[in-house]
Each structure stands twice: as C-alpha cells, then as structure tokens.
C-alpha cells in the first residue's frame, strides 16, 4: 500500500505565497510520475502541475508562471510552490502518484490519491 501525506494548506491573501508538500510512503518499487490536482467547491478535480520522476514538468495554464512543482526522490516528496495567488487558486489540493509495485514475479503499476489540503486565498 502506498500513503500519500500532503501538508502546508491554508488561508493566504490575494498576492501571496503557500507551499504544499506531499510525502508518499509505502512497499512501493518505485514512484514515478507525481502530481498536484484541485476540486474547487461545485468543480471538478483538475491538474495543476506534474513532475516526472526526471523531473519533467507540465503545468496547467491557468498556474504557468505563478506555480512550481519539484521533487525530492531520495525523500519521496513533491512539492508545490504557490506565488501570486488569487482567489479562484482556492480549492483543494490533492497529490497524485503513479508507482510501482511488486506483485509476485511482476511489476505492475498502480495509482493513488491524498486525502487533500486546503488552500484559501482572499481577497
């Protein structure tokens, strides 16, 4: 099983800063890509950033500029630099990773969620 821990959330005015983290544990062969997603309250989840386990990233459009994803492998960490935020930025924020088991003989790879931190920016 894999564990996906994030922290950081909170309340930020309009212009700031946040930062969030998410640490991934587990009998886990390897993490590949990880990633941030948000649900705003009546919206659907969508990606904010992602980040290879090469440290290839893509950002959504809404984010690119403001927003900087990175990784730390030896620690199995992505985090999620937030600068000039705004009030629609206000949602929760997920982490997502794709990862590698062992199952028996084989590799497989599977995928799984946070439990989610809230991020709130005011005007």
């Known amino acids: 099983q894999v564990q996906l821990v994030e922290s950081g959330g909170g309340l930020v005015q309009f212009g700031g800063s946040l930062r969030v983290s998410c640490a991934a544990s587990g009998s886990i062969f390897s993490f590949n890509t990880m990633g941030w997603y948000r649900q705003a309250p009546g919206k659907q989840r969508e990606l904010v950033a992602t980040?290879?386990?090469?440290?290839?990233?893509k950002y959504a459009d809404a984010v690119k500029g403001r927003f900087t994803i990175s990784r730390d492998n030896a620690k199995n960490t992505i985090y999620l630099q937030m600068n000039s935020l705004k009030p629609e930025d206000t949602a929760v924020y997920y982490c997502?990773?794709?990862?590698?088991?062992?199952?028996?003989?084989?590799?497989?790879?599977?995928?799984?969620w946070g439990r989610g931190t809230q991020v709130t920016v005011s005007s």
């Open positions: 980040i290879t386990s090469d440290g290839d990233t």
């Open positions: 997502n990773a794709e990862f590698t088991v062992v199952a028996g003989t084989q590799l497989q790879r599977r995928n799984g």
